[in-house]
């Protein structure tokens, strides 16, 4: 069935330190993926997305590639702030004419200064 | 601010009784989503509208339904709530079903004692 497996968390980095939560995916077809944010006592929001294999999604310094061979989609950013520290979601849509999204338990990235 | 507002903030019952929660999406969007957002599931879909239509179900527990109003509000009632049932109930929509960037409210946040 489809499934979004991302590292356990929680992550704690120091500021202007490298990032990387990892994402592995199951799915049918050939599904979008997507890393939402959730910041304390707020909704989610789309961090980043890409629709097709090799494609790179970035935004705020974060970057993630579509790699259909290992099925993943990594997160990563260069340097981490202090307000990046929120809880992070990795995420697919099926792909196969189902359009919700299935996604991982979520990572929780504290940044100390 | 997202755009969708779901209330209320925050439910505190008994088990056994019934509950419903409320979401009204962004302006325009047709689809809406529910989600149950839990420490030991993470966030689970529950079921999707599009336009009044049901068009997808996801883990939704027999106890709970919901449907979509022509104004395209929702409600998704939970009846004879088990303890269980605690939880942070998330509604997202969206424009149209292939886009895949879902925009979340801040949730509800259902206590069941």
């Known amino acids: 069935g489809n499934s979004v497996t991302q590292m356990e968390g929680p992550v704690t980095l120091s500021e202007e330190a490298f990032l990387t939560i990892n994402c592995t995916y199951t799915?049918?077809?050939?599904?979008?993926l997507f890393w939402y944010v959730q910041y304390p006592g707020e909704g989610l929001q789309l961090l980043l997305k890409?629709?097709?294999?090799?494609d790179k999604g970035s935004n705020k310094g974060f970057e993630a590639t579509y790699r259909k061979e290992t099925t993943s989609f990594h997160l990563e950013k260069g340097s981490v702030q202090v307000s990046d520290s929120a809880v992070y979601f990795c995420?697919?849509?099926?792909?196969?004419?189902?359009?919700?999204?299935?996604f991982g338990k979520g990572t929780k990235l504290s940044v100390i200064p | 601010d997202s755009g969708v507002t779901q209330t209320p903030k925050h439910l505190i019952t008994a088990t056994g009784q019934r509950v419903t929660l409320r979401c009204s999406p962004r302006s325009g969007d047709l689809s809406v989503y529910w989600y149950q957002q839990s420490l030991d599931q993470g966030l689970q879909f529950l079921i999707q509208?599009?336009?009044?239509?049901?068009?997808a179900k996801g883990n939704i527990l027999e106890r709970f339904s919901a449907q979509q109003f022509p104004d395209l509000h929702s409600e998704l009632n939970l009846s004879s709530l088990e303890l269980g049932d605690s939880a942070l109930y998330f509604c997202a929509s969206s424009v149209d079903l292939q886009n895949g960037e879902l925009f979340f409210g801040e949730g509800s946040r259902l206590t069941v004692l």
């Open positions: 995420a697919h849509n099926s792909g196969a004419g189902s359009y919700q999204l299935t």
């Open positions: 509208y599009y336009n009044g239509e049901e068009r």
């Open positions: 799915a049918t077809g050939y599904p979008s």
């Open positions: 890409a629709t097709k294999a090799d």
